[in-house]
């Protein structure tokens, strides 16, 4: 069953923060972070495993909770770079194949 | 960086004809996987494979596709009999073992005419 994200998208000027969430009705193992840019492949960002961790990287974190069976994607201090469409991807032990979500777009304005 | 790779990066068929999708996952790498994404649309899975056989395969991978790794380093999805409904962008990826990100090539856009 695919995780459910929310917002559908996002508008953001340069600068201004976003998060992006992820939820499913399934108890989780992992919650993978992808994003996508026009007509290329998902690029990896971050993997949470279970155990309610927040991760990092530059601007861009993520938390996990387990209990809520969601995961939150944080992007502060948006940039032009950020733009694109972000998916979860959920699994339920350790290589099992990702179910994604349909996706965020975000966009960034100067 | 070790990378996915695909090919070809786009292949036009015509309705009814068998077309055959490449991908070199990275070397180390022990699960792969087929995905699809139509045009605008999310990311979905269509099957994973693991020690030469098929791990697991989602409802839209019916009979007419098919995937083999024919090498050590080739790993191939077949799709019998095309449909207009196939078109769409075919991504492989790869991951290792454990709890790791799955690398993804930068896919074959398949378009069925």
């Known amino acids: 069953q695919q995780p459910v994200q929310s917002p559908q998208a996002v508008i953001l000027r340069e600068g201004e923060d976003a998060v992006i969430n992820c939820s499913s009705s399934?108890?989780?193992?992992?919650v993978h972070w992808y994003r996508q840019k026009h007509g290329e492949a998902p690029v990896f960002l971050m993997i949470?495993?279970?155990?309610?961790e927040q991760k990092g990287h530059d601007k861009i974190s993520a938390s996990f909770n387990e209990k809520k069976q969601q995961s939150s994607l944080y992007l502060t201090a948006s940039q032009l770079s950020y733009s694109g469409t972000y998916f979860c991807?959920?699994?339920?032990?350790?290589?099992?194949?990702?179910?994604f979500g349909k996706g965020t777009r975000l966009s960034v304005i100067a | 960086e070790p990378e996915v790779t695909q090919t070809p990066s786009h292949q036009v068929t015509q309705m009814g004809q068998e077309v055959i999708l490449r991908c070199v996952p990275i070397s180390n790498h022990l699960y792969f996987y087929w995905y699809r994404q139509i045009l605008g649309q999310k990311v979905e899975f269509l099957v994973s494979?693991?020690?030469?056989?098929?791990?697991?395969k989602s409802e839209i991978f019916d009979d007419q596709f098919s995937v083999e790794r024919p090498d050590g380093s080739n790993f191939t999805l077949k799709i019998r009999s095309t449909k207009l409904e196939d078109s769409a962008m075919y991504f492989c990826?790869?991951?290792?073992?454990?709890?790791?990100?799955?690398?993804f090539g930068q896919g074959t856009r398949l378009t069925v005419v």
């Open positions: 991807g959920t699994g339920n032990s350790g290589n099992t194949p990702l179910v």
């Open positions: 990826a790869s991951s290792g073992q454990g709890h790791t990100e799955a690398f």
């Open positions: 399934k108890a989780l193992y992992s």
């Open positions: 949470l495993l279970k155990g309610g």
């Open positions: 494979f693991y020690n030469n056989e098929i791990s697991e």
